[in-house]
Nanobody, 127 residues
Framework: QVQLVESGGGLVQAGGSLRLSCAAS????????MGWFRQAPGKERDFVAT????????FHADSVKGRFTISRDNAKNMVYLQMNSLRPEDTAVYYC????????????????????WGQGTQVTVSS
């Protein structure tokens, strides 16, 4: 069973950048597909980005495409979300998620497709 811990959130002005990190432990990291989701107050948890177990495939939500980039380092058991050109509407708690998917190139974009979740990190973008 894998444990996930996010970091890197904070307060940033519109147009700025942040890099979120997610550290994984307790499992074989390279067999997991990884995802980032976000949840604003009073709203559902929305898909942001996902990356395959190998890191060769990524998929981003339309709302962040061209601004956010997901990546991973299997040697370090880490997944990242580089966020550029941030907007006030990006304000949310960002969650890292994992599911076992060895050898699969499918993009998991739904909340209930993931088995493991971190505690979340707050991102606040001021206008």
């Amino acid at each position: 069973q894998v444990q996930l811990v996010e970091s890197g959130g904070g307060l940033v002005q519109a147009g700025g950048s942040l890099r979120l990190s997610c550290a994984a432990s307790g499992g074989t990291f390279s067999v997991y597909a990884m995802g980032w989701f976000r949840q604003a107050p009073g709203k559902e948890r929305d898909f942001v980005a996902t990356i395959t177990w190998s890191g060769t495939g990524t998929f981003h939500a339309d709302s962040v495409k061209g601004r956010f980039t997901i990546s991973r380092d299997n040697a370090k058991n880490m997944v990242y979300l580089q966020m550029n050109s941030l907007r006030p509407e990006d304000t949310a708690v960002y969650y890292c998620a994992a599911r076992e998917a060895p050898g699969q190139s499918f993009y998991y974009t739904k909340y209930d497709q993931y088995n493991y979740w971190g505690q979340g990190t707050q991102v606040t973008v001021s206008s």
